[in-house]
């Protein structure tokens, strides 16, 4: 039995070398390398918010004319605002420019008796594309009708609908 040779079982079988640390090295830069070009090859493909810095309105001079007066036979009367019920949910759908939004705006009187019964919260998403999480949204407001108002402002260029039956149907707001 004197031919049975006895081996020593080093826990690693390459010592660390200098060649070993320049290969990792150089297989680190070109991983990092190839994962920044993809994420700016896909950020660059999907739709980006157009932002638009633009200086205040000149609120004495208007371009369009005022807004006038609704009748009381449009739709249902809200004698409290001086607003139709009908020309609210209108305004939700416009195509107005950002100058005659904050005119109207600015020009509503508070609607002192709806917010008397109890507060709502406004939510504005702001997408540049789908909504994200849009079931998890859905469940959250699900069983709180009446308590918040939502707004959704996505780009331009996104156009998909959303059935009727999501709290997101009809609260898109167009970008200019």
């Known amino acids: 039995m004197g031919g049975i040779e006895k081996h020593a079982v080093q826990p690693f079988s390459k010592p660390f070398t200098i060649h070993n640390l320049v290969y990792y090295a150089i297989s680190f830069v070109f991983g990092l390398s190839i994962g920044i070009l993809i994420s700016l090859q896909l950020k660059s493909s999907s739709p980006r918010p157009l932002i638009v810095f633009q200086a205040a309105p000149n609120f004495v001079s208007s371009t369009s004319p005022p807004v006038p007066p609704p009748s009381p036979s449009n739709g249902t009367f809200n004698s409290s605002t001086g607003i139709s019920l009908k020309e609210e949910y209108q305004s939700v759908m416009h195509n107005m420019s950002d100058q005659e939004l904050l005119l109207r705006a600015s020009s509503r ?66 970008s200019q």
């Not at 959704?152 to 059935?163: D, E, K, R």
Request: net charge positive; hydrophobic share 35%; aromatic share 16%.
């Open 109 to 174: 009187v508070p609607r002192l008796q709806e917010s008397r019964g109890h507060p709502k919260i406004a939510f504005m998403f702001l997408t540049g594309g789908p909504l994200p999480l849009a079931p998890l949204w859905e469940s959250f407001f699900e069983g709180h009708q009446g308590f918040y108002t939502i707004y959704v402002h996505s780009h331009p260029h996104y156009n998909q609908t959303v059935p009727q039956t999501s709290v997101f149907y009809g609260r898109r707001i167009p």
